[in-house]
């Protein structure tokens, strides 16, 4: 499975930008999709996450504000973020789970300007 992240791009506070994660490879069936980003001098941290047959789950910083999805016919996961704060800035990472392989996209820079 190879995950390729993009979308990425410079934006200013309060606007609104959406990231996709192409995934290829086998066909698979993924127990875990998410999103996660560090910012400069972070840890990284989970933003979003669909649990196969399970909840959907946000940071809490997030909720309301970000909307995670996925396009199944396509294996494209997205992420939709509104009403975006300098504090959102960071790189974002895609990240599967598949049985027991844990897979990372090459993630995309996203810079909210204030």
């Known amino acids: 499975v190879q995950l390729q992240a993009s979308g990425g791009g410079l934006v200013e506070a309060g606007g609104s930008l959406t990231i996709s994660c192409a995934a290829s490879g086998n066909r698979f069936i993924p127990n875990m999709m998410g999103w996660y980003r560090q910012a400069p001098g972070k840890q990284r941290e989970m933003v979003a996450q669909?649990?196969?047959?399970?909840?959907?789950n946000y940071l809490d910083s997030v909720k309301g504000r970000f909307t995670i999805s996925r396009d199944n016919a396509n294996y494209v996961l997205y992420l939709q973020m509104n009403s975006l704060k300098p504090e959102d800035t960071g790189v974002y990472y895609c990240r599967f789970l598949v049985g027991r392989r844990d897979y990372w996209g090459q993630g995309t820079l996203v810079t909210v300007s204030s």
């Open positions: 669909l649990i196969r047959a399970g909840p959907t």
